[in-house]
């Protein structure tokens, strides 16, 4: 049986990426010509804002203050959860040496980053989520230097709690700073910060182009679209529940995918009369964002059986996939593509977004094809060293040798033999080519 599409999405969601990367590619030009000066004409410009480019332990405090002992209580628990599920993370990765031959010992080593730049939006949205998943990751890491960076609200200046949130995680420095001109900063060491090493954390499409072009620069943990969220779900699941999760992801923004794969056609027409009904009692601009997204960008589909289902949802590759299907465990060890899963309606996207410790800064537009989330291997270089014995060394500088002048590279071929020549002075080496 074919995919059936009761509701095929019109746009892709896909920002227009032409004149986005002529305005990023512009303003990086300046700022990286006209240093500390240029970054702040940028930040007055966009933010609006002329309080403290770097905030002081005091402007800290202060921001402190404002947050309330509920707020800070729930901020604490999500962080500590974000950060034991981060330390497990850093125990399954360790140093290591082992003899590869006789006389011959390689090892590797786990090196955090020195210097980490953490972006925390806070547009529409103050993303305190985001603080805590990138500062806390890059902590436990044990990254020397973490910068958080958020975008000030006008006048007010950075969202007390994101302060608040990144102070406790462990920030050394928050930049009140937005968009391209805080990415650069970070990147070029500008106020005083030290040259990140990282830029991590989710932003709009002048953020995302930002690190884009950056990269190679300095390293990033991801290049991000708009968010994405697929539901899997046979016709056995709450349609409520599916239909309130679809909308409670639409909701970030207008071009945000939600996609529904069913068995079921009675659940799948059930969830799309109930979707458009939930939309319009949400208030504001989340109504409006999560209109636009169910209009343009949502798709419902009917697969003949959960193996067809699966492979719908693999094709897709969605940044949050959750499943609300009979047998848990057959879609844990079948599916393959997604940045973070949720298995069963006891849990959703949106815990996982705030609170449960799994990271929420992941592969959008079909990279968790590739690449997962953000965690704390993200801030770790894994290298590798190695030393040997004379004799241990002997077999390996012969295979060079040979190899080496196969290849044509004589040199490569020399730092082998001159080795052998000088430990074995009485012994015939056959070092030419073999072909």
């Not at 799309?272 to 999560?290: S, W």
Request: glycine share 8%; net charge negative; charged share 20%.
């Amino acid at each position: 049986m074919a995919r059936t599409y009761l509701k095929k999405a019109p746009r892709t969601a896909q920002t227009d990426a032409t004149e986005t990367q002529g305005i990023v590619r512009g303003i990086l030009t300046e700022i990286r010509e006209g240093g500390d000066a240029k970054a702040q004409e940028y930040a007055d410009k966009f933010d609006n804002y002329s309080g403290p480019t770097l905030l002081t332990q005091d402007d800290i405090d202060a921001a402190s203050v404002k947050v309330s002992q509920k707020l800070k209580d729930d901020i604490q628990f999500a962080h500590d959860n974000v950060r034991r599920f981060a330390e497990a993370q850093k125990a399954s990765s360790s140093d290591f040496e082992m003899e590869i031959q006789p006389g011959l010992i390689a090892g590797q080593r786990i090196i955090p980053v020195n210097a980490a730049g953490c972006y925390a939006p806070g547009g529409r949205y103050s993303h305190v989520a985001s603080a805590m998943m990138t500062v806390t990751t890059a902590s436990v890491a044990g990254v020397q230097h973490i910068t958080a960076c958020s975008p000030p609200q006008g006048e007010e200046g950075v969202s007390p709690a994101i302060i608040y949130a990144a102070n406790l995680c462990g920030a050394h420095k928050i930049l009140s700073m937005g968009g391209v001109q805080g990415v650069a900063a970070m990147t070029y060491g500008l106020f005083g910060l030290p040259k990140a090493d990282i830029i991590v954390g989710p932003g709009n499409q002048f953020v995302a182009e930002a690190k884009r072009q950056l990269f190679g620069q300095v390293g990033i943990d991801m290049i991000a679209g708009p968010t994405d969220s697929l539901i899997l779900a046979d016709g056995n699941a709450d349609a409520e529940i599916v239909a309130v999760d679809l909308v409670s992801q639409a909701e970030h923004g207008y071009n945000s995918p939600v996609w529904l794969v069913t068995d079921s056609t009675d659940l799948a027409q059930k969830v799309m009369t109930r979707v458009p009904e939930l939309i319009e009692d949400l208030p504001g601009l989340n109504r409006d964002n999560a209109f636009a997204a169910w209009r343009d960008y949502a798709e419902v589909i009917v697969c003949a059986d959960r193996e067809e289902m699966a492979a719908c949802s693999d094709e897709y590759a969605p940044e949050h996939l959750t499943v609300q299907a009979a047998d848990l465990d057959w879609w844990l060890n079948r599916l393959t593509c997604y940045g973070s899963l949720f298995l069963g309606e006891e849990t959703t996207v949106s815990y996982g977004d705030k609170a449960s410790g799994t990271n929420h800064v992941l592969p959008t537009s079909g990279s968790a094809r590739y690449t997962g989330g953000l965690s704390v291997h993200k801030y770790m270089k894994t290298v590798t060293w190695q030393r040997a014995t004379r004799d241990g060394a002997k077999r390996v500088a012969e295979a060079t040798a040979r190899i080496s002048r196969l290849e044509g590279m004589e040199g490569h071929a020399r730092a082998a033999d001159v080795r052998l020549h000088k430990y074995f002075p009485t012994e015939n080496f056959d070092l030419s080519a073999q072909d």
